[in-house]
């Protein structure tokens, strides 16, 4: 295993990872958004969807994050530290909802009210700054009025992404009037991800000389053009599925983040602090890499085996009640 | 750059002594829950099952803090100590990323069993859940221990254009300190974890007197205490020597020493002056500290002046002595406690242990105060200076960052407790 390849397995995995997380937190991050427009008996029966899973789902940031950090240190401090408030206001957001999530069970009347509000108010916050932070990160943290502007729309976006896969996610999951209305929030979001979308391919070879020779030199615009291709097939078919179908939606949803995550890598690859620091100028020493590889490809497989095993353990529609109260 | 640091490293101290709170509580709780469930397979008492419900709940909520401070954590290395991870970032990342492959996922995956589960798996199946999840509490103390421990006494590295790289990762994780404070913390969880268990009984009890699942628990949480306690004061003192032999320094700060000498005296009180280098108001019991430390009368101990870098001697003074007489008195309340609980529960009794119901956490925070502040001003003994290591965030972005933090911190705080009493009191 020599130093060259090493560091490509670690974007590899550290890829992997920040996928999956965008993928599994997205969509409760998106019921918790989603709170706001559901009557109260919706409300429980929406977070009881979400209830087994979250604080796994969460747990793929960490890996991502734990990645960069063992795999690519130099990189850590350079993004993380750029990205300082966005990420404290990420923080705080996934705080106050974790918190929400367990204390709304736990209280009664106004105090119930106000967990769920919270709930409400730190999902939003910690979607938006998730935005915010990729809106930063792809434009190489440039400063400028125009930059963080755009970095805004991104945050928006996301927000709208992230309502698609959590309305999604209760068309799998639930039934009947609640399951109607998760329909018509899907259509919403779908509008939302395609302006966001679409405004967001626009600018960013705009902004990014690199990002513009990426996609549009010849002779790789020509297949590089299947990439909007697919995404917008994607979600036409999310469209069409959406009152059709209990699963399809979601799949869609999931597929159309999976096509903008592979436009984005490829967008920055090699880089992973943008026109900064390659994926070898960053990478920690090999001893390192080595010892860590070592290690994930022994669990990585059993974390996905138990993640599977833990989904069809709570396959199937959600009913109301939690922590097995009966 | 002072005041940059000085802030860099309160945020960072609030947010890492907002974090240990929790698994603090965690680690030891789930290994009681673990005993719970199973006292509910062997006997079939429903009493059993109710009070696991109840602690499982308390662990959920627990655990969720814990997650989501803890994801502060990861950040924080990154935006407040970008210098710590150039330095020593090809031992202390890989360090960090086994903790989240090994344990972060199974506890977070099979929680989700434990909670919501029961209906749906066989009962050997929801004990060996409950099993996996205190396992995985355990191990990932275990990979954060092993990254403070090797903080505190560095072993097992060499050094390449600059930065650190590990030669030998077993020597590395098993660096000379990391058995002892493994020990210490795992300890010091369970403690936390008995007094929490007793506290929140013992409040239900003054609400329900006659609620006979409660009066289980708080006897159990106490016997707990009383036998763990005791292994802590011993596992502390052997620590103490672990420490004497490889940071000289913290000890001379923990004792107040500030000149070398033989048979030196144990400092039972003072108010050290760190400008003027002297104890003033000073209770000492002669020759006690030669006595403690090397077992000799006249037995020689470093003072603070045989050491360029030394930490401030009075938080780490005061830190000690509030862990100890903590120690102490939780020694006193789980005997005494046990002893009267043979036969009968005196209300006096059920506010005593009601008022313990945190202790722990007094406990633990000032311990960590005195191993973290007594590696002062290194960041990594002997290789990396804490202010070397500070990013160049302004204080402007640390003050918001900063109040933001504090405020949420305090909200959450405040939550939590009273959401315990009052499920407890419910």
Redesign the interface.
Known sequence: MNAELLPLIFAALMGIAILAYVVLDGYDLGVGMLMAGAERAEQDLMVASIGPFWDANETWLVLGIGLLLAAFPAAHGVVLGALYLPVAAMLVGLMLRGVAFELRIKADGWQRELWNWLFWAGSTLASFAQGLMLGRYVTGFAPGFGYWLFAVVVGASLCGGYVLLGATWLILRTEGALQQKAIAWARWGLMWVALGVALVSLVTPLASETVRHKWFDFPQVLYLMLLPAATLAAGGWTWISLGKSDWKPFAGAVAIYVLAFAGLAYSLFPYVVMDRLTLWDAAAHPSALKFVLAGAAIVLPFILGYTVYVYRLFGGKTKAGVYDQK | MEEALLLARVQFGLNIAFHILFPSVTIGLAWVLVYLRLRYEVTRDAAWLETY?LW??VF??T???G??????M??Q???NW??Y??KV??????L???????A??????????M???????PGWMHVTCAVIVAFGTTVSAFWILALNSWMQTPAGYTI?NG?L??GS?WEVIFNPSFPYRFVHMLLASGITAAFLVAGLSAWRLLKAPDDAAARGTLRFGAQLAAVLVPLQILSGDLHGLNTLEHQPAKIAAVEALWETQKGAPLVLFAIPDDDKRLNRFAVEVPRGAALVLTHRIDGELKGIDAFKDHPQVAPVFFAFRLMVGMGVLMLILSWFGSLVLRSRTPRWLLWAFAGFTFSGWIAVLAGWLVTEIGRQPWLVTGILRTADAV???GGA?LG??LT??IG?YAV?LL??MV?LT??ARK
Not at chain 2, 89 to 94: C, E, F, L, S, T
Not at chain 2, 115 to 121: C, D, H, P, Y
Request: proline share 3%.
């Open positions: 419900r499982v709940k959920a909520l655990f969720a803090m997650v989501v401070t803890g994801v502060v990861s950040f290395f990154g935006t970008p210098g991870m150039n970032g090809n031992v202390a990342g890989p960090l990323a086994y903790e989240v492959l090994t972060f996922f199974l506890e977070a995956t099979f929680l989700g069993v909670l919501f589960g029961m209906n749906r798996v390449e930065a790289i590990a990762w990013g160049d965030a972005k918001a960052s933001a933090y949420t959450l939550a939590y959401t009052h499920m």
